[in-house]
């Protein structure tokens, strides 16, 4: 797919991956909706429009189907349509299982998993009938082989795969592709708060022996959007971690 005065939505865009992600399709000229729950900041729309694009806001609760659909009806109202959905937006709630609590259990479904519905089933709608489009989920390294203490969120992104290859099938017909990207460490506000300790311990599981950039992850990001005929994959971006 040409990029160039392509709309892209990027959900959770504030920040880290989905803020990378933003910028790497904006550099190619497409149009971006930066997303996330607070107000985002307009310096970052100033910086994305930098590149020659137009950039718009739109805040809300992914987890909420009302929310979602209303999301996607401002931005067709003022883009005309959504040309790739990226659903980036995701929470961590950490802790052992015998400790979890269900409503920590359920805050990782209800935005990783039913968030990534709310979103894509909405979009779809438009994409059926423009028979065009890409939708990149966002899964996780740990919802293939998964991790001590976190068997909320590999529960939620092992879901992303499945859920990604079935509307792959369902979509193909249309034109249209989903797909899915697997970030392993990522090198992120949230891991800079690691101790080093723990930072060696981790680089230690890698093949490439060091974290990935965010720049790593959007590149991947744009591929699967540039890719018309790579559907239902999920591709690793994580140093060799799980071969």
Same mark, same amino acid.
């Given at each position: 797919?040409?990029?160039?005065?392509?709309?892209?939505?990027?959900?959770?865009?504030?920040?880290?991956?989905?803020?990378?992600?933003?910028?790497?399709?904006?550099?190619?000229?497409?149009?971006?909706?930066?997303?996330?729950?607070?107000?985002?900041?307009?310096?970052?729309?100033?910086?994305?429009?930098?590149?020659?694009?137009?950039?718009?806001?739109?805040?809300?609760?992914?987890?909420?189907?009302?929310?979602?659909?209303?999301?996607?009806?401002?931005?067709?109202?003022?883009?005309?349509?959504?040309?790739?959905?990226?659903?980036?937006?995701?929470?961590?709630?950490?802790?052992?299982?015998?400790?979890?609590?269900?409503?920590?259990?359920?805050?990782?479904?209800?935005?990783?998993?039913?968030?990534?519905?709310?979103?894509?089933?909405?979009?779809?709608?438009?994409?059926?009938?423009?028979?065009?489009?890409?939708?990149?989920?966002?899964?996780?390294?740990?919802? =293939?082989?998964?991790?001590?203490? =976190?068997?909320?969120?590999?529960?939620?992104?092992?879901?992303?795969?499945?859920?990604?290859?079935?509307?792959?099938?369902?979509?193909?017909?249309?034109?249209?592709?989903?797909?899915?990207?697997?970030?392993?460490?990522?090198?992120?506000?949230?891991?800079?708060?690691?101790?080093?300790?723990?930072?060696?311990?981790?680089?230690?599981?890698?093949?490439?022996?060091?974290?990935?950039?965010?720049?790593?992850?959007?590149?991947?990001?744009?591929?699967?959007?540039?890719?018309?005929?790579?559907?239902?994959?999920?591709?690793?971006?994580?140093?060799?971690?799980?071969?």
């Amino acid at each position: 797919m040409e990029l160039t005065n392509k709309n892209v939505f990027i959900t959770g865009s504030s920040r880290g991956i989905g803020w990378g992600i933003a910028q790497a399709f904006a550099k190619l000229g497409a149009n971006i909706v930066l997303n996330g729950r607070k107000e985002i900041a307009a310096e970052k729309v100033a910086e994305i429009e930098s590149n020659g694009v137009k950039c718009i806001c739109v805040s809300g609760d992914i987890s909420s189907f009302e929310d979602a659909g209303r999301m996607i009806a401002e931005v067709n109202e003022i883009f005309g349509s959504i040309d790739i959905l990226v659903n980036n937006a995701g929470i961590t709630q950490d802790k052992l299982l015998l400790r979890m609590k269900p409503e920590e259990f359920d805050a990782c479904i209800d935005i990783n998993l039913k968030g990534t519905f709310n979103m894509t089933q909405q979009v779809l709608k438009q994409m059926m009938k423009q028979r065009s489009g890409a939708i990149i989920n966002m899964a996780s390294v740990i919802g =293939q082989i998964g991790n001590v203490g =976190q068997s909320n969120y590999a529960a939620s992104k092992a879901g992303v795969i499945g859920f990604t290859k079935s509307v792959a099938r369902e979509v193909a017909p249309r034109g249209i592709t989903c797909n899915a990207l697997a970030p392993g460490f990522i090198a992120t506000e949230m891991t800079d708060q690691l101790s080093d300790k723990i930072k060696e311990q981790i680089e230690g599981q890698i093949p490439l022996k060091r974290y990935g950039s965010v720049e790593d992850v959007a590149q991947a990001a744009v591929f699967l959007a540039q890719s018309p005929y790579l559907t239902g994959q999920v591709i690793n971006v994580d140093g060799g971690m799980v071969m």
